[in-house]
């Protein structure tokens, strides 16, 4: 099969198609720590990084002339974010488990870290690199999101969601109960879902144009011989 760059665009749309999908998906869930549905949705939290950051590198490479110096910031500041998201969603499956018996309050403080409510011991610089995380994500969607409304390449309404998901989140995360927090991300999964779609769509269009341009061609050159 030939790699073209039309193909690695339109498979990183359906990558982000992933990453919306299983971001919205494991927003509800909340299992305790020493269970093996905790280490199944940690790590589906690092694979949404992984597919997040492929599927971002997709809208902006499809954009990348429309979107502008604007389009470029949001895409570096989500594209950091997207990396150490993945650092720390790693830690929670791979070592907090092996913790709890030995350092019981440092996995009760990354946990409640992560959750946004309330840190009872030191975490050193952990807890400086959360905050910057999260500074990352909400102004990355903002810039990222509204380059892409003004670039009028994918559709305006996903484009905008998204551009208000991040700030939305940001919001509600300090206003609302800890058994609600965690939904207010379900916005941008579904922004995810609905640029990849048409990122993965848009591109299989244009192959099965491209197709079909070429048949007529052939077909016409035939009647002429």
């Known amino acids: 099969m030939k790699i073209t760059t039309s193909k690695l665009i339109r498979w990183a749309g359906l990558s982000a198609m992933v ?27 690092t694979s949404v990084s992984i597919f997040g950051l492929l599927g ?5 490479a499809r954009q990348v002339e429309e979107t502008g110096w604007q389009g470029l910031v949001g895409y570096l500041l989500l594209t950091i974010y997207y990396a150490v998201q993945m650092c720390i ?3 929670e499956p791979t070592i907090l488990p092996l913790l709890t018996t030995i350092a019981p309050t440092f996995v009760e403080s990354v946990l409640q870290l992560a959750n946004g ?6 975490l050193g610089g952990l807890t400086t ?8 994500y909400v102004l990355g969607s903002l810039l990222f999101g509204i380059a892409m409304f003004r670039a009028r390449i994918l559709p305006r309404g996903a ?3 998204f551009a208000i998901s991040g700030p939305l989140a940001g919001t509600m995360f300090t206003l609302l109960p800890y058994q609600l927090v965690r939904l207010t991300s379900i916005p941008i999964g579904f922004a995810m879902v609905w ?15 491209f197709l079909l341009d070429q048949r007529i061609v052939k077909s016409e050159a035939s ?3």
């Open 195 to 209: 640029l990849g779609y048409a990122l993965f769509s848009e591109r299989q269009a244009d192959s099965h144009e």
């Open 117 to 122: 409510v309330g840190v009872p011991t030191n």
């Open 129 to 136: 690199v959360y905050s910057l995380a999260s500074i990352l």
């Open 89 to 91: 969603s790693f830690i």
């Open 56 to 60: 971002i590198t997709g809208l902006y």
């Open 19 to 45: 990453a919306g999908i299983i971001f919205t998906a494991i927003q509800p869930a909340h299992p305790p720590i020493n269970t093996s549905a905790f280490i199944i949705i940690t790590s589906l939290k």
């Open 223 to 225: 009647k002429v011989a």
């Open 159 to 161: 484009a905008a969601l």
